[in-house]
């Protein structure tokens, strides 16, 4: 029997499911719906957008994806792999060329997934993937640098040279209230992460893991920025009230010109997305003993990723810190993951107020701890045990990633926001393109020697 284009992981991990299991998902996705709020926040601010567009990615693309998608336990929302680039294409193109870009990606991943291409990911090689993986980690750290010292600057460039630039010229200016809290906050984190499971009984340990430590940062600090009213910017500060609404239904901008300038962009988020996704998948698979669909994932980054303009959202894919989280809960069907959808709609329904006081140096804290989970930094150091075309594809897409894909904005020459987008994505398609040109003669030169 010819099996069905489109078939959901859900219609086969549903067959026998009973009540345990149930409970299994329940509170596995309790669980991960915790641990996705802050950082659903701060990959949305470190976009430079607003932190619901991070919430509703989250909740809209996260609920899509586990319902739609080829994993078991998979779990989609905003990723960090996306912060550098859409924080790019946001002041180049704009969000409404932003929401174009992620419309058309969603497109491209669709069609992928129905032409059968989902198989050819596994063909890239891992010296690209940990090189580029280890170069967005880096200027992840660096963009949030400014906001972790205190500093207030106006740069609108991510590219790493200006951001390194920017914190040389504006050192004066580092405020030691907010850089005392938030040293503190990334101590509390890294304490709760690897000290704790030291220093503490394993019985004690066991069951403090199950809190996340984003979460527990962010209610300790928040708690005593408010109680000692602590002089520095909360979320409800800069962006006021929270609304998820605010973006719901608001059709793209379909001009030719934003098309053209969003075309590039979309082909951008599409193959990253389709990497980090299906990567992700395989490491769930690892995780729960199964086997995902990279083409039926595929399908459901797609349609995740169509709906994001209509909802207010940003571009979504699977995310591994997420993903871990709920294997190791016990999740058993793609319901967890619907579950850690509703449950943070349900838990921001109920803590909107609190999040409004969250300092922003917290969520720079956690994105720190997040782009150091990110890396593979052992990668570097064993190195030596490879011949020297891994070595050198590695070592390249690294350097290309931190100097090239960041997305500079200093095009001086063209001063109209389409030159400026047109340019921008030109580099960064040429930029993967002699990335990707370069791996296979290396691969070639391996095989030859």
């Given at each position: 029997?010819?099996?069905?284009?489109?078939?959901?992981?859900?219609?086969?991990?549903?067959?026998?499911?009973?009540?345990?299991?149930?409970?299994?998902?329940?509170?596995?996705?309790?669980?991960?719906?915790?641990?996705?709020?802050?950082?659903?926040?701060?990959?949305?601010?470190?976009?430079?957008?607003?932190?619901?567009?991070?919430?509703?990615?989250?909740?809209?693309?996260?609920?899509?994806?586990?319902?739609?998608?080829?994993?078991?336990?998979?779990?989609?929302?905003?990723?960090?792999?996306?912060?550098?680039?859409?924080?790019?294409?946001?002041?180049?193109?704009?969000?409404?060329?932003?929401?174009?870009?992620?419309?058309?990606?969603?497109?491209?991943?669709?069609?992928?997934?129905?032409?059968?291409?989902?198989?050819?990911?596994?063909?890239?090689?891992?010296?690209?993937?940990?090189?580029?993986?280890?170069?967005?980690?880096?200027?992840?750290?660096?963009?949030?640098?400014?906001?972790?010292?205190?500093?207030?600057?106006?740069?609108?460039?991510?590219?790493?040279?200006?951001?390194?630039?920017?914190?040389?010229?504006?050192?004066?200016?580092?405020?030691?209230?907010?850089?005392?809290?938030?040293?503190?906050?990334?101590?509390?984190?890294?304490?709760?992460?690897?000290?704790?499971?030291?220093?503490?009984?394993?019985?004690?340990?066991?069951?403090?893991?199950?809190?996340?430590?984003?979460?527990?940062?962010?209610?300790?600090?928040?708690?005593?920025?408010?109680?000692?009213?602590?002089?520095?910017?909360?979320?409800?500060?800069?962006?006021?009230?929270?609304r998820l609404d605010e973006g719901l239904w608001h059709w793209p901008e379909w001009r030719w010109a934003?098309?053209?300038?969003?075309?590039?962009?979309?082909?951008?988020?599409?193959?990253?997305?389709?990497?980090?996704?299906?990567?992700?998948?395989?490491?769930?698979?690892?995780?729960?003993?199964?086997?995902?669909?990279?083409?039926?994932?595929?399908?459901?980054?797609?349609?995740?990723?169509?709906?994001?303009?209509?909802?207010?959202?940003?571009?979504?894919?699977?995310?591994?810190?997420?993903?871990?989280?709920?294997?190791?809960?016990?999740?058993?069907?793609?319901?967890?993951?619907?579950?850690?959808?509703?449950?943070?709609?349900?838990?921001?329904?109920?803590?909107?107020?609190?999040?409004?006081?969250?300092?922003?140096?917290?969520?720079?804290?956690?994105?720190?701890?997040?782009?150091?989970?990110?890396?593979?930094?052992?990668?570097?150091?064993?190195?030596?045990?490879?011949?020297?075309?891994?070595?050198?594809?590695?070592?390249?897409?690294?350097?290309?990633?931190?100097?090239?894909?960041?997305?500079?904005?200093?095009?001086?020459?063209?001063?109209?926001?389409?030159?400026?987008?047109?340019?921008?994505?030109?580099?960064?398609?040429?930029?993967?393109?002699?990335?990707?040109?370069?791996?296979?003669?290396?691969?070639?030169?391996?095989?030859?020697?």
């Amino acid at each position: 029997m010819t099996r069905p284009v489109f078939r959901p992981k859900l219609f086969e991990t549903l067959q026998g499911y009973n009540r345990q299991r149930f409970a299994s998902d329940l509170g596995a996705g309790v669980t991960v719906s915790v641990v996705a709020l802050p950082l659903a926040m701060a990959f949305g601010i470190a976009s430079g957008l607003t932190p619901q567009t991070g919430l509703v990615a989250a909740i809209v693309g996260g609920f899509l994806i586990s319902a739609l998608g080829g994993s078991r336990v998979q779990i989609g929302g905003p990723a960090g792999a996306f912060v550098v680039i859409v924080y790019g294409m946001v002041h180049a193109l704009g969000v409404q060329g932003l929401m174009l870009a992620t419309l058309l990606s969603g497109v491209w991943l669709g069609l992928m997934g129905l032409l059968r291409l989902g198989v050819l990911i596994r063909f890239i090689p891992v010296a690209v993937i940990i090189g580029f993986t280890n170069g967005i980690a880096v200027l992840i750290a660096l963009s949030q640098l400014r906001t972790f010292t205190g500093m207030r600057s106006t740069l609108t460039q991510s590219d790493s040279g200006a951001i390194v630039h920017d914190l040389w010229q504006h050192w004066n200016q580092i405020d030691l209230w907010s850089l005392g809290l938030n040293l503190a906050t990334l101590l509390l984190l890294v304490t709760w992460q690897w000290g704790l499971p030291r220093w503490l009984p394993s019985r004690w340990s066991t069951k403090l893991a199950r809190v996340p430590g984003p979460m527990v940062a962010l209610c300790l600090v928040s708690a005593w920025v408010a109680f000692w009213d602590w002089p520095v910017q909360t979320i409800g500060q800069k962006f006021g009230p929270m609304r998820l609404d605010e973006g719901l239904w608001h059709w793209p901008e379909w001009r030719w010109a934003a098309v053209e300038a969003a075309f590039p962009a979309s082909l951008t988020l599409a193959l990253l997305g389709a990497i980090e996704s299906l990567l992700c998948a395989r490491v769930a698979d690892n995780l729960c003993q199964d086997r995902h669909d990279p083409n039926q994932e595929l399908m459901a980054q797609g349609l995740a990723n169509m709906a994001m303009p209509f909802v207010g959202g940003m571009p979504v894919t699977g995310t591994m810190a997420r993903t871990a989280t709920n294997a190791k809960n016990g999740a058993t069907s793609p319901v967890a993951g619907m579950v850690h959808a509703l449950g943070l709609l349900l838990l921001l329904g109920f803590a909107a107020p609190l999040v409004m006081a969250v300092p922003l140096g917290t969520l720079s804290a956690i994105l720190l701890l997040a782009a150091w989970q990110m890396g593979d930094w052992r990668a570097f150091a064993e190195l030596k045990q490879f011949r020297w075309p891994y070595r050198i594809t590695m070592c390249l897409v690294f350097g290309l990633t931190v100097s090239f894909i960041a997305l500079r904005q200093g095009f001086e020459a063209q001063a109209t926001p389409e030159g400026v987008a047109r340019a921008t994505t030109r580099t960064v398609v040429m930029a993967s393109l002699a990335v990707l040109g370069l791996d296979f003669v290396l691969t070639a030169m391996m095989f030859s020697i």
